[in-house]
């Protein structure tokens, strides 16, 4: 192939490449930014009263989309289906208090974090010496299926995991001694602490990052909410936003 006809191909690639990627945010402003979630990770997604998902993170992406001035529509389902609705495009955006991973990476793209959080033990208070993965080897560890926390339980040497579809479930079975621990996020723990009185934190595992998903061919969308959630940062609207949930 000659150079002209190099560059002919070239070009054609990029325009290509250019509008598929630019198509993401065109069928947003068409039909509506529809957001997958998993409301039994309270405060950043939960069932209110009135079965309506709320939280910290549902808050935040109506408050991105009026940025965008485009509808939200949010989606309940379970966790580990999340990645496998966007890259099927059942969704737009995961908003999920979701951590960022290499792995995740390989598979979706992430937006600016919003959050930085530790994962922690968490145990009945007659077991407050739980308090590190050492400690937990021969004991049951709870956690959600597909979630970071999981994968942190299932590398505790020795211990035995069980895995649950809701982060709910996971705490009513800790509260009623089905099992010893649970490898939870800090912040969703202190959440459980405040329902089940004889929770505690007993240890912290690592940190995690968290921040929205978006689908690999869609950089401009990806590049549009960041715009957002920076015009949010300068408001104050992020942090009044997290300290609406994050105090409660």
């Known amino acids: 192939m000659n150079k002209i006809a190099l560059l002919i191909s070239a070009s054609l690639f990029a325009v290509s490449a250019s509008a598929q990627t630019q198509g993401c945010v065109a ?10 979630t998993s409301p039994d990770y ?7 009263n009135n079965n309506q998902i709320v939280g910290l993170d549902v808050d935040m992406v109506n408050a991105i989309g009026k940025k965008m001035g485009v509808k939200v529509n949010i989606v309940g389902q379970s966790f580990d289906g999340l990645i496998p609705a966007l890259i099927s495009k059942k969704i737009d955006l995961i908003a ?13 793209n992430f937006t600016l974090p919003y959050d930085n959080s530790e994962n922690v033990i968490m145990a009945r208070k007659e077991n407050l010496s739980y308090a590190t993965a050492a400690k937990l080897s021969g004991k049951s560890v709870g956690a959600q299926i597909g979630s970071t926390q999981e994968e942190l339980a299932r590398g505790i040497k020795g211990a035995s995991v069980k895995s649950f579809n809701l982060y709910t479930d996971a705490a009513v079975a800790l509260q009623t001694r089905q099992i010893d621990s649970l490898v939870i996020d800090r912040v969703v723990g202190e959440q459980f602490a405040k329902t089940y009185p004889d929770l505690r934190i007993t240890g912290m595992l690592s940190k995690n990052e968290k921040a929205l998903a978006v689908r690999k061919d869609c950089g401009d969308l990806v590049n549009r ?16 936003i997290s300290k609406k949930w994050l105090s409660k």
């Not at 069928?27 to 997958?36: A, D, P, Y």
């Not at 999920?96 to 990476?105: L, W």
Request: proline fraction near 7%; hydrophobic fraction near 40%; aromatic fraction near 2%.
């Open 27 to 36: 069928n947003v402003q068409k039909n509506g930014l529809t957001v997958g």
């Open 42 to 48: 309270p405060p950043f997604e939960s069932l209110d």
């Open 96 to 108: 999920a208090g979701m951590t960022v991973t290499p792995e995740r990476k390989k598979a979706v």
């Open 225 to 240: 909410i960041n715009a957002a959630v920076i015009q949010l940062r300068k408001s104050g609207e992020l942090q009044a």
